[in-house]
């Protein structure tokens, strides 16, 4: 089956700076890889999403990029603002399912 | 509002004392899955359902079952729970399979003892 690491497990910044997350997937078959921000005490929400067909992807100040031929996508912040704050899991799609990365907590300090 | 509800939040019970977690969306969504979150590990999924009575496991499926008898609804069931089931138990539902959107519910947290 599939399988993502993350890194860093945590990670603090100063508003303002950026942020980088990178996750590694085993399977060459994945396609899909979505990135989901979890707030304390709630489920998850899907932040941004990338094909295997594109190499990078912005949304305002979140941007992925994906490495096929290394199989590595990366989550950017730029401009990281206290509401940042969260944990981040990263996913590879692989036949029917998700395989999520452990996460990243995320502190942004004011 | 379109929204994944989950009861019970939290419960604590007892070895062997058999508890189901309802999952329900309004959505119309067909595929529903169920994960555990524990520290360092992240989501991973027990089961999956991609319409009405179709369901597979997903990486974690021992000691749980789930069935899909509607398709706003999908119980995780734990018929003999032990304490390594304590975790941090979320339902999530998309459109259609797991390349689209996963629509969260705010968590269950389970304590055995």
Redesign the interface.
Known sequence: ?ENVE?HP?TLSVQEGDSAVIKCTYSDSAS??F?W?KQEL??????II?IRSNVGEKKDQRIAVTLNKTAKHFSLHITETQPEDSAVY?C?A?FR????????TRLQVQP | EAQVTQNPRYLITVTGKKLTVTCSQNMNHEYMSWYRQDPGLGLRQIYYSMNVEVTDKGDVPEGYKVSRKEKRNFPLILESPSPNQTSLYFCASSYRDSTDTQYFGPGTRLTVL
């Open positions: 089956g993350q497990s396609n899909y979505p989901y005490g709630k489920g998850s929400q899907l999403d899991f996913a799609h029917r399912a998700l395989t999520f990365g452990s996460g």
